[in-house]
């Protein structure tokens, strides 16, 4: 069946520091791809997302590109925040577009 | 933006006890609800898709007797977990999805920790 793998945290990072969460992904078909984040006591945020192949998603600095030869997703930041401090999760929809399957999440801490 | 809440936070019950879970979309209509669960480390896994005034969906695997879901109007759907087990203890996420909306619309609650002794 459709899964999602994304790498084990935590991940540790000073500020400024730059940021690789890997996920790849097994699918029929052709998914749409999904990064959402999950702040302390909040509930999961979509961060952003991308529907095709080569599609690149972007927001708040986070950037991952839709690459179907390698079947993955990586979310990069070029320079992170404390403020990013958070927990990430990659996730796919296929089959009709009609539920969501998550990866494991990647919790982040940013140190000042 | 919008909000959905989730009632209580967190609950901690005996063996044998059944505990319900709200979930409210506060400043939309939500024609689908979505029930997860999260065991510590895992990935979130549906449970269920609740549709308002229909039976829910449920996954392969999800105790409908267990697990029972109610979505009783356009901004409420409930989850009752049924002679709630420790191995029941785990964080429930519901979400919602807007009126026309899609997948990637929903809009997650914030989780309920349920402990069970």
């Known amino acids: 069946g459709d899964s999602v793998t994304q790498m084990e945290g935590p991940v540790t990072l000073s500020e400024e520091a730059f940021l690789t969460i890997n996920c790849t992904y097994t699918a029929t078909g052709y998914p749409s791809l999904f990064w959402y984040v999950q702040y302390p006591g909040e509930g999961l945020q979509l961060l952003l997302k991308?529907?095709?192949?080569?599609d690149k998603g972007s927001n708040k600095g986070f950037e991952a590109t839709y690459r179907k030869e390698t079947t993955s997703f990586h979310l990069e930041k070029g320079s992170v925040q404390v403020s990013d401090s958070a927990v990430y999760f990659c996730a796919l929809a296929a089959g009709g577009y009609n539920k969501l399957i998550f990866g494991a999440g990647t919790r982040l801490a940013v140190h000042p | 933006g919008a909000v959905v809440s989730q009632h209580p936070s967190w609950v901690i019950c005996k063996s044998g006890t059944s505990v319900k879970i709200e979930c409210r979309s506060l400043d939309f209509q939500a024609t689908t609800m979505f029930w997860y669960r999260q065991f510590p480390k895992q990935s979130l896994m549906l449970m269920a898709t609740?549709?308002?005034?229909?039976?829910?969906?449920?996954e392969q695997g999800v105790e409908k007797d267990k697990f029972l879901i109610n979505h009783a109007s356009l901004t409420l759907s409930t989850l009752t977990v049924t002679s709630a087990h420790p191995e029941d203890s785990s964080f429930y996420i519901c979400s919602a999805i807007p009126r026309g909306g899609r997948t990637d619309t929903q809009y997650f609650g914030p989780g309920t920790r349920l402990t069970v002794l």
């Open positions: 609740s549709n308002e005034g229909s039976k829910a969906t449920y």
């Open positions: 991308a529907t095709k192949a080569d």
